[in-house]
């Protein structure tokens, strides 16, 4: 198993050593953008007139982008040209049909439907499987899950396992659930009314963490005995698999694609954003075992996404999905992968950002309410971060804290900024930029202040709040 010490695992700067080399990119890059660099007083009025929500920011202002890994890849040559294969044919594809192998190949689930992104698997499976009353249990629901699950006038109960709560606890697999809580709810009063288990690998909303197979295992174990569904939400689903490799005793040695399937094995069905691990711009698919529960899931589809053979995708995009989703699980770009991201959070912790560890593999979480201790929660600490990050260096974050994930003035468990990494788009020298400009902001700490709320307190009031800085020097509670 992996040690994940709390040093940072090579130095900052090119060295021959083995440490560099395990981290450097497996591609090398055919086509490039240019990136804009503005100065810090440029973005302080861009901040200003973005009223410092950082989803109102423009692209075009931004250096470095690790606002979300969803949506962001950079795909492959053989991606591109496989675009130019899509056939755009409204009923039966041959796109479609390409698709469909891929993903049976993959999961080994019979039945394979086409989506436009995750969410709206998400509520098609939901509205198929679940009615009014209902539970839903998960290592964590994903906002959109859980907003989907809620819509239906269910309930999305959270049960993460103890280890998760501690962001410095270094157990493998804090992705896991919490088997007894989850036992307890079924033998509760409330067992009769659970719709479905989810587990969503690897768990985003706990801080990317992978889930284990024996954990998987257990979950199907207790499914079965009381009879509830097993579903994944897959939209990490290789890079779950490749740190289940890395670290559940007896799985070294396994190809990624072979953990995956035993993982899609023990599951009922899946739905995955494919804006993930499918390694291109937009798609998803659910995926089931039961034909009847497809067939209903399908008359969803064509009312709210389109025909069976394209559901609500181009052609084009099917091609680059069955590309990706055969790309996704290289070994080579899977060890990459996590490489970097354990690079990054140690080389962040020791900028002096607390991050939390052990580090999963497409964002590393800092923990600015660590960080900002003289910001109450209240008062938004993971804003003040992004902001501080943007102004500095044009670094784009989101803020997982009080502001994303506080509801009826709770606070939020943890003031989490997470810094995602897009698949395949920056090297190693702009995460080092990155890595520069933490330690520049980290040195300004205990100069930044909260942020109140002036404009809408919208549901999910963190895509369109309006902020406004607090003064320095004032009183906190
Ligand atoms: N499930 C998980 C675990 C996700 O991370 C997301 C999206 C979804 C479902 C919904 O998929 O966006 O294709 O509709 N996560 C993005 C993020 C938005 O930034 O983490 P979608």
Same mark, same amino acid.
């Given at each position: ?25 497996? #591609? ?8 804009? #660099? ?70 080994? #689930? ?42 239906? +006038? ?168 069955? +590309? ?19 690079? #990054? ?62 509801? $009826? $003035? ?68």
């Amino acid at each position: 198993m992996h040690e994940f010490p709390d040093t940072v695992r090579a130095p900052l700067r090119r060295t021959n050593s083995v440490e560099w080399g395990a981290v450097m990119e497996p #591609f090398r890059i055919k086509a490039v953008e240019p990136i804009p #660099f503005l100065t810090p007083e440029k973005r302080q009025q861009i901040l200003d007139e973005a009223d410092h929500n950082i989803f109102r920011v423009r692209a075009s202002d931004v250096t470095i982008d690790l606002l979300t890994d969803s949506g962001t890849t950079a795909m492959s040559s053989a991606q591109w040209s496989s675009l130019f294969m899509g056939d755009e044919s409204y009923a039966g594809a041959s796109s479609y049909e390409r698709f469909e192998q891929t993903a049976k190949d993959l999961t080994g #689930f019979p039945e394979i439907i086409p989506i436009h992104q995750g969410r709206a698997g998400e509520r098609i499976l939901f509205t198929e499987l679940l009615s009014s009353g209902q539970i839903t249990a998960a290592n964590t629901h994903f906002d959109s899950t859980r907003a989907n699950v809620e819509m239906l +006038q269910c309930k999305a109960v959270d049960l993460p396992c103890p280890e998760a709560a501690d962001l410095t606890d270094q157990s493998p697999f804090k992705g896991n659930i919490d088997l007894d809580r989850l036992w307890e709810l079924l033998a509760g009063p409330d067992g009769e009314k659970l719709g479905a288990v989810i587990m969503t690998v690897t768990n985003n909303g706990g801080g990317g963490q992978p889930v284990s197979l024996a954990n998987l295992r257990s979950v199907q174990e207790v499914c079965q005995k009381y009879g509830v569904p097993l579903l994944l939400d897959a939209s990490r689903f290789a890079e779950n698999a490749h740190l289940i490799i890395a670290r559940e005793p007896g799985q070294e040695g396994r190809s990624p694609r072979e953990v995956a399937r035993t993982m899609f094995d023990l599951a009922d069905g899946c739905w995955a954003s494919l804006k993930k691990d499918g390694l291109a711009n937009t798609g998803g698919f659910i995926a089931l075992r039961d034909t009847e529960t497809a067939a209903r899931c399908r008359e969803l589809l064509i009312a709210w996404e389109g025909f069976p053979t394209y559901g609500g995708l181009a052609g084009r995009d099917l091609e680059a999905l069955a +590309q990706g989703l055969r790309e996704v699980t290289d070994p080579a770009y899977l060890t990459y992968r996590a490489d970097t991201a354990r690079w #990054f959070a140690d080389a962040l912790a020791e900028a002096g950002l607390p991050v939390m560890r052990p580090a999963g593999c497409h964002a590393v979480y800092a923990d600015a309410g660590r960080l900002l201790p003289h910001i109450p929660p209240a008062e938004f600490p993971g804003v003040a971060l992004v902001c501080e990050l943007y102004r500095t260096a044009g670094v784009r974050t989101v803020e997982f804290g009080t502001l994303t994930l506080g509801h $009826d $003035d709770q606070p939020a468990p943890h003031e989490l900024v997470r810094l995602a990494l897009p698949r395949r788009v920056y090297t190693r020298s702009h995460l080092e930029y990155v890595v520069e400009s933490v330690s520049d902001a980290v040195g300004r700490a205990e100069e930044l202040t909260g942020f109140e709320i002036t404009g809408p307190q919208a549901p999910m009031r963190h895509f369109t709040a309006r902020l406004s800085p607090l003064g320095k020097g004032r009183d906190i509670q």
